[in-house]
T-cell receptor, first 113, second 113 residues
Framework: DQQVKQNSPSLSVQEGRISILNCDYT??????FLWYKKYPAEGPTFLIS?????DKNEDGRFTVFLNKSAKHLSLHIVPSQPGDSAVYFC????????????FGKGTKLTVNP | EAGVAQSPRYKIIEKRQSVAFWCNPISGHATLYWYQQILGQGPKLLIQ????????DSQLPKDRFSAERLKGVDSTLKIQPAKLEDSAVYLC???????????FGSGTRLTVV
């Protein structure tokens, strides 16, 4: 039973364009959501998060949108850069982030120069 | 601030052999997690410690996996005996008690042949 789903295993975009990565969840107890970025041979690194009391959080080129009614969140990267090429994991947690993280399978983003 | 340290980085063993991984969390982080990431999947929580007590080990295959966190600092994860399906990256993460500052180590890549 996958509680966090990333249905696109890969995404390819041109440098300078927008990258949109999607994530769906099924557990209504989740109230804190995170995006992690992972390069090969490294551990996941925290990118951006959002609490369920918000519907948008922005940090530089990265924006996360949360649609609670649809149990859907998305990560927008604008403009995309070749260095953004990595695997992006969506993760969710209950109890405001103090509970364990449940991860999606990841989406491999390739930004072409 | 030093990150989460893990060793070894890589390990190749034959099936039915034993293996142990070590993790040193960020200083002051009360919570320590071990995740298993199989190729093409997101990280899956194996065990969560709060100081030296186990909070969640519901997904730990206890017939072959064991973990301890002596003195509430370093932790070891052991597999005995290993199976082919244990081939994965084993990630250690740590956080403050409330989940703040969640940080992953670089992981140990285990190959069972």
């Amino acid at each position: 039973d996958q509680q966090v789903k990333q249905n696109s295993p890969s995404l390819s975009v041109q440098e300078g364009r927008i990258s949109i990565l999607n994530c769906d969840y099924t557990n209504s107890m989740f109230d804190y959501f995170l995006w992690y970025k992972k390069y090969p041979a490294e551990g996941p690194t925290f990118l951006i998060s959002i609490s369920s009391i918000k519907d948008k959080n922005e940090d530089g080129r990265f924006t996360v949108f949360l649609n609670k009614s649809a149990k859907h969140l998305s990560l927008h990267i604008v403009p995309s850069q070749p260095g953004d090429s990595a695997v992006y994991f969506c993760a969710a947690s209950a109890e405001g982030g103090s509970e364990k993280l449940v991860f999606g399978k990841g989406t491999k983003l390739t930004v072409n120069p | 601030e030093a990150g989460v340290a893990q060793s070894p980085r890589y390990k190749i063993i034959e099936k039915r052999q034993s293996v142990a991984f070590w993790c040193n969390p960020i200083s002051g982080h009360a919570t320590l997690y071990w995740y298993q990431q199989i190729l093409g999947q997101g990280p899956k929580l194996l065990i969560q410690f709060q100081n030296n007590g186990v909070v969640d080990d519901s997904q730990l295959p206890k017939d072959r996996f064991s973990a301890e966190r002596l003195k509430g600092v370093d932790s070891t994860l052991k597999i005995q005996p290993a199976k082919l399906e244990d081939s994965a990256v084993y990630l250690c993460a740590s956080s403050l008690r409330d989940g703040y500052g969640y940080t992953f180590g670089s992981g140990t890549r285990l190959t069972v042949v």
